[in-house]
């Protein structure tokens, strides 16, 4: 007997409608969970002071600012790369086999498993450079992984720059190099900026990659040789060890917290910027 | 298109500049030009980096243990030189295909049901919700997993708890984003000439769906997966908290498993010597995988845009 294709309608789109909402509900979960647990053992105290008993008691003081300086750090070696990357790709050549080299190692970085960049930032910069466990390292490695996000982003603002801006510059007898850093980069910089807050996003939810190059020092971070441990580092390290586990309920949450602020932000920009070029 | 101002810099400069701000600007124009050039290898010249030195660590040690002894032997205790990484591929490979198992129907569901069957309106909030929560730390899903999910598979199903099954709903779990997020833009390149065809020949809306839409968006699809997969096997922190991490090759899903992430990053931090040259090798193993998973997505992703145009 065949079933009516009414009915498999219906079965189909009541399957399909029960697998998303169960994803969504996992996810939203997740998150609810976490801040649930976390939120109340938050206190100005815990923000503003140093850990105790490797983090037993006391603050995040010193991973607050890990989290905030090694992405800050990342971004400053990233964004001339991936941002004059884009440039070249969309301003400067057409599709060839260079491009399409570029591309290929672009993508095939996005892929890679942020461990492997741990492991190359522990024998690269840590190792054979020299650098030990520092901050430097950190922002370093974080960089490389970070690139290929800020490319993307980059050149796909590039690309919505509108074609007649750079008709109407060259006429005015600007060169290739007045155009793009006087109209296409400034008409570009929401969408660029996106790129930034997404790399930012995914610097400060990395572990693995930060844990073999930036190190889990819990000393105040005071210069670029300065070993540093972000919150993801400690959280990890709070969970994994039992060290707490109200402190690292705690911790997740501000974690959740600041990668969710920094990527609403991403987001908005990004829309405001799609909102203006169409 | 984009070299429509190649040409200009030589003809069109006014003529009341002088020469020598003529040559400060013909050679700064010259210069960005190869500044730029340079700056774009950046990225190729990381990858070949990161390759290089991973493979300069671990390829030397995989030539004197022995393929067979480092790939296919299952003692793996490093104080007695023994490096055998088997269970470890086994593991990543169980892990792995319990993620997709759970991954991915449940993102391509989730893509079908957004792009066909609900408004758009809809779309357009979830849809960057689920983008959001792509950002959240891998250590969050982890600690999920051991706050909730281990608990439960101890006490409903017997085992450890910190299991293969456990690794594997966390990164099913994990890798949904991705699967609904590409997914669903490769199902709205799909023209909507398709689904009107479909629908004026008689088909319902999900006979249009599954017969005509889904067809022309299937490689689009299955890179996700692809994609997918190569988040899975390389997830580490996560896998840690959740797997148990004891060497040994897999029973059954309520055994303790570790993956070869994991086996790097729980030993990387006291190894040295021929121990650490293990663990680049075991990263040397990790990255060839990864790249032949990155490899077909993009083949995928290449058929996909072919089909389209």
């Not at chain 1, 938050?42 to 989290?67: D, N, Q, V, Y």
């Not at chain 1, 890679?112 to 930032?121: A, D, E, N, R, V």
């Not at chain 1, 603002?157 to 190099?177: D, G, M």
Request: one cysteine or more; charged letters at 10%; aromatic letters at 8%.
């Amino acid at each position: 007997m065949r079933i009516s294709p009414k009915v498999t309608q219906t079965l189909a789109v009541l399957l399909l409608g029960v697998a998303t909402l169960l994803t969504v509900i996992i996810l939203i979960m997740i998150v609810a969970f976490v801040l649930k647990r976390g939120i109340p053992e938050i206190s100005w105290e815990f923000l503003s002071t140093k850990p105790r008993e490797m983090g037993k008691a006391g603050g995040i003081l010193p991973t607050i600012w890990g989290t905030i300086l090694l992405p800050v750090i990342a971004i400053v070696i990233a964004l001339p790369m991936g941002v004059g990357t884009a440039v070249y790709l969309s301003e400067y050549t057409r599709e060839n086999h260079v491009t399409r080299i570029i591309r290929f190692g672009t993508d095939c970085l996005a892929g890679i498993p942020s461990i492997i960049f741990g492991l190359f930032g522990y024998i690269f910069f840590v190792t054979i450079l020299g650098m030990g466990w520092s901050m430097l390292s950190g922002g370093l490695t974080l960089a490389i992984m970070i690139l290929p996000t800020i490319i993307r982003t980059s050149e796909e603002a590039i690309r919505a720059v509108p074609q007649t801006y750079r008709e109407v510059s060259c006429s005015l007898a600007a060169t290739n190099w007045e155009t793009v850093y006087k109209v296409v980069l400034p008409n570009a910089l929401p969408g660029i900026m996106t790129g930034v807050m997404l790399g930012i996003g995914r610097s400060i939810g990395e572990t693995a990659a930060v844990i073999f190059t930036a190190g889990s020092s819990l000393l105040m971070p005071l210069s670029l040789n300065d070993s540093v441990r972000t919150m993801s580092v400690h959280f990890y390290l709070l969970a994994r060890e039992g060290i707490s586990n109200e402190k690292a309920y705690a911790t997740a949450a501000v974690l959740v917290f600041s990668v969710l602020s920094v990527n609403l932000i991403a987001y908005w920009m990004m829309n405001r910027f799609i909102a203006k070029r169409s | 298109m984009q070299n429509l101002s190649n040409t200009s810099d030589q003809a069109s400069h006014p003529a009341n500049l002088s020469a020598g701000k003529r040559f400060t600007t013909w050679c700064s124009d010259h210069l960005a030009r190869y500044v730029f050039l340079t700056v774009a290898f950046s990225a190729t010249l990381s990858l070949l980096l990161i390759a290089l030195f991973i493979l300069k660590e671990g390829v030397p040690f995989i030539i004197k243990v022995g393929f067979k002894d480092f790939l296919l032997a299952s003692e793996w205790s490093p104080m007695n030189g023994k490096f055998g990484i088997y269970p470890m591929i086994i593991s990543s490979l169980w892990v792995t295909l319990g993620a997709m198992l759970i991954g991915a129907p449940l993102g391509v569901a989730g893509a079908i049901f957004l792009t066909q069957f609900v408004p758009r309106s809809v779309m357009r909030v979830i849809k960057p919700m689920i983008e959001l929560l792509a950002g959240i730390p891998s250590v969050l899903y982890g600690f999920i997993g051991v706050m909730i999910l281990a608990p439960f598979i101890r006490s409903h199903f017997g085992g450890p708890g910190l299991s293969l099954l456990a690794a594997s709903i966390i990164l099913g779990i994990m890798v949904l984003p991705t699967v609904i997020s590409i997914s669903i833009d490769t199902i709205n390149a799909v023209p909507r000439s398709y689904l009107e065809g479909a629908l004026a020949l008689g088909a319902t809306r999900w006979q249009s769906v599954h017969m005509v839409i889904l067809k022309a968006a299937h490689s689009g699809i299955i890179a996700s997966v692809i994609l997918a997969m190569g988040r899975a096997v390389g997830e580490t922190m996560a896998v840690i908290m959740v797997a148990g991490n004891s060497v040994k090759i897999p029973g059954s899903s309520l055994d303790s498993v570790r993956t070869l992430t994991a086996n790097i990053a729980l030993e990387m931090g006291y190894a040295t010597g021929l121990h650490r040259q293990a663990l680049f090798a075991t990263g040397v193993v990790l990255f060839v995988v990864v790249m032949i998973l990155n490899s077909l997505a993009m083949a995928a992703m290449k058929k996909k845009s072919r089909g389209a145009a």
